[in-house]
Nanobody, 122 residues
Framework: QVQLVESGGGLVQAGGSLRLSCAAS????????MGWFRQAPGKEREFVAA????????DYADSVKGRFTISRDNAKNTMYLQMNGLKPEDTAVYYC???????????????WGQGTQVAVSS
């Protein structure tokens, strides 16, 4: 079992940057694929990025490609999302997720954090 806690959200102006962190409990962090999803008010939870257990493979939604970077440090049981060039449409609650599978479909991920709010002003 994995417990996840996100941090690093906040309010930023358009064009600014934030780095989200996802701290995981448990000794098996390195055996899980990890992902970031986001959910804006009135919208479904959507895929943002994912990273393989070793960090060797990453995937991004087209909407964030080139602006966001996902990474992980297995020694610290932590995953990151560096967000640059933020836009108002990036405003959402950001969630980290863990699973031994890998998908862009939120419902297929087993473990979730509580979320952290990101707000981007224009």
């Amino acid at each position: 079992q994995v417990q996840l806690v996100e941090s690093g959200g906040g309010l930023v102006q358009a064009g600014g940057s934030l780095r989200l962190s996802c701290a995981a409990s448990g000794r098996t962090f390195s055996s899980y694929n990890m992902g970031w999803f986001r959910q804006a008010p009135g919208k479904e939870r959507e895929f943002v990025a994912a990273i393989g257990w070793s960090g060797g493979r990453t995937d991004y939604a087209d909407s964030v490609k080139g602006r966001f970077t996902i990474s992980r440090d297995n020694a610290k049981n932590t995953m990151y999302l560096q967000m640059n060039g933020l836009k108002p449409e990036d405003t959402a609650v950001y969630y980290c997720a863990a699973d031994q599978g890998r998908s862009t479909i939120a419902a297929l991920w087993r473990y979730w954090g509580q979320g952290t709010q990101v707000a981007v002003s224009s």
